[in-house]
């Protein structure tokens, strides 16, 4: 695998990770240092260690994993979109925004997960081609936290430009049902 091709790869699996921290920018409107450590840092590393694991699996459960992996990325995801939206539903106050933090607790585990499922893939078709994966992964890693942290602050700029207040939540849970949408539909459920 050529450098080129390795930083195609990383970008085209940060690009999940990047709408999602533009999503979360938009919903949190105001992005502190360590809100902007703590999704890169998670994101990043899911996106290292999840191609390690295909890795390890190697092709014995392969086929296992891609009867159900967009599933359970599309799953992930609608329930952290239409909580998103609920809440910003629920609130008419300037505190109901902060009600939710996308970068703490169970939410960032379950975005963490969503966002690095199709590097799990990509671990497991380099283990099918013989290649080592200890480099690409780190630059899986690298590259998507990265992407991770200026699609986090686009997202605060964007929301604090466009005033869009509550709304910017129900867009921001709108984009993370469209990615589940879409990872169904590069999986060919709907034909």
Same mark, same amino acid.
């Given at each position: 695998?050529?450098?080129?091709?390795?930083l195609?790869?990383?970008v085209?699996?940060?690009?999940?990770?990047?709408?999602v921290?533009?999503?979360?920018g938009?919903?949190? *409107?105001?992005?502190?240092?360590?809100?902007?450590? *703590?999704?890169?840092?998670?994101?990043?590393?899911?996106?290292?260690?999840?191609?390690?694991?295909?890795?390890?699996?190697?092709?014995?459960?392969?086929?296992?994993?891609?009867?159900?992996?967009?599933?359970?990325?599309f799953?992930?995801?609608?329930?952290?979109?239409?909580?998103?939206?609920?809440?910003?539903l629920?609130?008419?106050?300037?505190?109901?925004?902060c009600?939710?933090?996308?970068?703490?607790?169970m939410?960032?585990?379950?975005?963490?997960v969503?966002t690095s499922?199709?590097?799990?893939a990509?671990?497991?078709?380099?283990? %099918?081609?013989g290649?080592? %994966?200890?480099?690409?992964?780190?630059?899986?890693g690298?590259?998507?936290?990265?992407?991770?942290?200026?699609?986090? #602050?686009?997202?605060?700029?964007?929301?604090?430009?466009? *005033?869009?207040?509550? *709304?910017?939540a129900?867009?921001?849970?709108?984009?993370?049902?469209?990615?589940?949408v879409?990872?169904?539909?590069? #999986?060919?459920?709907?034909?």
């Open positions: 695998m050529t450098v080129i091709e390795l195609a790869l990383a085209a699996l940060a690009m999940d990770a990047f709408a921290s533009v999503a979360t938009v919903q949190l *409107r105001c992005v502190s240092p360590r809100q902007t450590f *703590r999704l890169s840092f998670h994101f990043g590393l899911f996106q290292a260690l999840m191609p390690v694991a295909g890795w390890a699996l190697g092709l014995t459960v392969r086929n296992y994993i891609e009867a159900w992996d967009h599933w359970l990325a799953g992930l995801l609608v329930f952290i979109g239409v909580r998103m939206m609920r809440e910003a629920a609130g008419d106050d300037e505190d109901a925004d009600k939710c933090d996308p970068t703490r607790g939410t960032l585990l379950v975005l963490s969503a499922i199709d590097a799990l990509v671990g497991l078709s380099l283990s %099918i081609l290649l080592s %994966i200890w480099t690409p992964a780190v630059v899986i690298v590259v998507c936290a990265g992407f991770t942290a200026g699609g986090l #602050h686009l997202g605060r700029v964007l929301a604090n430009a466009s *005033r869009l207040g509550h *709304r910017a129900l867009v921001g849970g709108g984009v993370l049902i469209a990615i589940g879409r990872i169904l539909h590069d #999986h060919g459920v709907f034909g």
